[in-house]
């Protein structure tokens, strides 16, 4: 797969193309996808898909900067790689170009810089500043520039209308095994291992402290998680909690991620590392002394093993 941050320099004869923002690159968008590749290989095409970076709500500040993205433009391209498209166009988004009717857009970008011949959408995609996405506007629009338009229905999966905004609220209730569900994968976050308090230490249950790659990376609810945790190319198993610390510091607001591994010994400060959510055990709470929270993290510590029972380490990264 060839990837693009511009339209400079851009050699594709003939293509289909299908455009939007495509945060978690869920179940539906993998549907859309795989339609895309397929149609292009029965019809001698290339798959183009075109996507931004910001996203136009980071551009327009019509929300928060922080923990919203289901995933970022690494991981976008990771799944867009495996799916089997021939180009990623991950274009500046920016209000110059948000000021773009539908029509511009198609024409100037599209047609003239990546030789469009077949338009495939999702059943929401919206065009340009006028929001322009009836099929009939697009058709009419392809008889003139010679390319043809076709739309795909909603993906539904365990009866649930698939979105990103949907996943996010799930993200955000902790319903990390239905994440998983919705996006065809287990939900993940990566970074760098920074140095702590080194607390973990005094009971027997050290933490690796991530502090993650992209800020705008969302995170699930606060709690404890049986996780994967993928350092150095190797998976282990561990447990997790994400919160602020209330047995160890009071009136603290700014969340941590720590990581216990189990049976781990190594030596992670700064290295590079994934988590792979794999259920939720528990909310996050105060205890009335170290001692308490070493018998919750006990009992915390036997669930994940018991679930890592019946979980095969390698289908993970």
Request: some cysteine; glycine content about 6%; overall charge neutral.
């Amino acid at each position: 797969m060839k990837i693009y941050y511009d339209l400079e320099n851009i050699r594709i004869s003939q293509s289909i193309i299908t455009v939007g923002t495509f945060d978690g690159v869920h179940l539906g968008h993998q549907y859309l996808i795989e339609t895309l590749v397929k149609r292009a290989k029965e019809q001698n095409l290339e798959s183009v898909v075109f996507t931004f970076d910001p996203y136009p709500q980071e551009v327009f500040g019509t929300g928060p900067t922080e923990e919203t993205l289901l995933s970022n433009i690494s991981e976008k391209v990771e799944v867009m790689r495996k799916l089997g498209v021939d180009h990623l166009v991950v274009y500046p988004f920016s209000k110059a170009f948000a000021s773009l009717t539908s029509s511009e857009f198609i024409s100037d970008f599209l047609v003239s810089k990546l030789s469009l011949k077949y338009l495939l959408l999702g059943y929401d995609h919206k065009f340009g500043r006028d929001k322009e996405s009836s099929v009939s506007h697009l058709q009419k629009l392809g008889d003139r520039l010679g390319f043809e338009v076709s739309r795909l229905d909603q993906k539904r999966v365990a009866d649930v209308d698939l979105s990103s905004s949907i996943i996010r609220k799930e993200l955000q209730a902790g319903n990390v095994k239905m994440v998983r569900e919705l996006l065809g994968r287990t939900y993940s976050v990566s970074g760098k291992v920074v140095t702590g308090k080194q607390i973990g230490r005094t009971i027997a249950f050290p933490t690796a402290n991530l502090q993650v790659n992209d800020s705008r990376k969302m995170l699930p609810k606060k709690g404890v998680y049986a996780v994967v945790v993928c350092v150095d190319g190797h998976n282990y198993k561990g447990m997790l909690n994400i919160g602020v610390r209330p047995t160890i510091e009071d009136n603290r607001t700014v969340k941590t991620i720590e990581t216990h591994i189990f049976d781990f010994d190594m030596d992670i400060y700064h290295k590079e590392l994934s988590l792979f959510f794999v259920e939720r055990i528990r909310d996050e709470k105060k205890f009335d002394s170290l001692k308490s929270l070493t018998t919750q993290l006990e009992r915390d510590a036997q669930q994940c093993h018991d679930l890592f029972h019946k979980i095969n380490l390698n289908i993970f990264n």
